[in-house]
Nanobody
Framework: QVQLVESGGGLVQAGGSLRLSCAAS????????VGWFRQAAGKEREPVAT????????VSVDSVKDRFTISRDNAKNTVYLEMNTLKPEDTAVYYC?????????????????WGQGTQVTVSS
């Protein structure tokens, strides 16, 4: 397994921006597809976006498609989630995860390495 650490969360006003980072250690992240997921209080964990091992393929869910961008820098062993035009409903703990499926996936069951999460709170 690869060890993942998220950072970059915080409190932001609606309409603001944040960039989350997911740094890997233990193994090179370039061998893995990576996904971002989020879990709001009292709700199930849901997918946000995923990126293939090379970064050439990205998929985002409809609710964030025009606002969030997933990217990666394999030289830095890091994946990013750029979040713009944030809304109160984006408030959640955000997790990154790594899968051996190199094209990535939006399904949580495909992932066996998870970070500890970072809190994002968007105030209205």
């Amino acid at each position: 397994q690869v060890q993942l650490v998220e950072s970059g969360g915080g409190l932001v006003q609606a309409g603001g921006s944040l960039r989350l980072s997911c740094a890997a250690s233990g193994r090179t992240l370039s061998n893995y597809g990576v996904g971002w997921f989020r879990q709001a209080a009292g709700k199930e964990r849901e997918p946000v976006a995923t990126i293939s091992w090379s970064g050439e393929l990205t998929v985002s869910v409809d609710s964030v498609k025009d606002r969030f961008t997933i990217s990666r820098d394999n030289a830095k062993n890091t994946v990013y989630l750029e979040m713009n035009t944030l809304k109160p409903e984006d408030t959640a703990v955000y997790y990154c995860a790594a899968t051996r499926l190199r094209i990535g996936s939006l399904h949580t069951y495909m992932y066996d390495s998870w970070g500890q999460g970072t809190q994002v709170t968007v105030s209205s």
